[in-house]
């Protein structure tokens, strides 16, 4: 079973622009999760979404925003992109939603100069 | 304010020890709490514990939660190289809409 897969693996952005950045889930699973992790504040969540409805949210600026689409991929977008948003973004997905049985994707390394 | 704290930040032992690897949190309407193993990019899942659950084991690792004290720790008996990665410590809590809140880590390295 091929897991989790992210799209771009790298990313170089300047500020201001804006990204969208990709998640497709296992096969059979119906949450996805975002994640943000850089060296300075480690990982954060950033929202899950199930069955295309946005669950959860963590504490991001509205610049942040995702979608799930009816096959259950995701995309993430960032919007007037900030240096301080440079990290490394993650996807997870698990089966059903309240499950921490997540696999995550290798991540998108997102560099704003 | 960190809501969940880690400790050490950072240890370096020798294969056979065994180490125990902490996590304090303090959060309101606290669901579960769970440990992640990070190589290189992408953290793993060890094992979750949940608000009902006191201690959970997986091969060398074993943790235990304590409600009272909001404190958790993971041990791993006879540490292996390949233990060596950053271990994560992550809370679920809120009512109804959930949020999940990491810990720093500990990076832990195991040298022959």
């Known amino acids: 079973k091929a897991g989790v897969t992210q799209t771009p693996r790298y990313l170089i952005k300047t500020r201001g622009q804006q990204v969208t950045l990709s998640c497709s889930p296992i096969?059979?699973?119906?949450?996805v999760s975002w994640y943000q992790q850089t060296p300075g504040q480690g990982l954060q969540f950033l929202f899950e979404?199930?069955?295309?409805?946005?669950?959860n949210k963590g504490n991001f600026p509205g610049r942040f925003s995702g979608r799930q689409f009816s096959n259950s991929r995701s995309e993430m977008n960032v919007s007037t992109l900030e240096l301080g948003d440079s990290a490394l973004y993650l996807c997870?997905?698990?089966?059903?939603?309240?499950?921490?049985?997540?696999?995550f994707g290798p991540g998108t390394r997102l560099t704003v100069t | 304010e960190d809501k969940v704290v880690q400790s050490p930040l950072s240890l370096v032992v020798h294969e056979g020890d065994t180490v125990t690897l902490n996590c304090s949190y303090e959060?309101?309407?606290?669901?579960?709490l769970l440990w992640y193993k990070q190589e290189k990019k992408a953290p793993t899942f060890p094992f979750m514990l949940?608000?009902?659950?006191i201690e959970k084991k997986s091969g060398r690792l074993s943790s235990i939660l304590d409600k009272k004290e909001l404190f958790s720790i993971l041990n791993i008996t006879a540490t292996q190289t390949g233990d060596s990665a950053v271990y994560l410590c992550?809370?679920?809590?809120?009512?109804?809409?959930?949020?999940?809140?990491f810990g720093k880590g500990t990076k832990l390295s195991v040298i022959p």
């Open positions: 979404y199930f069955s295309e409805t946005q669950r």
């Open positions: 096969s059979g699973h119906r949450s």
């Open positions: 997870a997905s698990s089966r059903d939603a309240y499950s921490y049985e997540q696999y």
């Open positions: 949940t608000s009902s659950g």
């Open positions: 959060v309101t309407n606290f669901r579960s």
């Open positions: 992550a809370v679920e809590y809120g009512a109804g809409s959930y949020q999940l809140t």
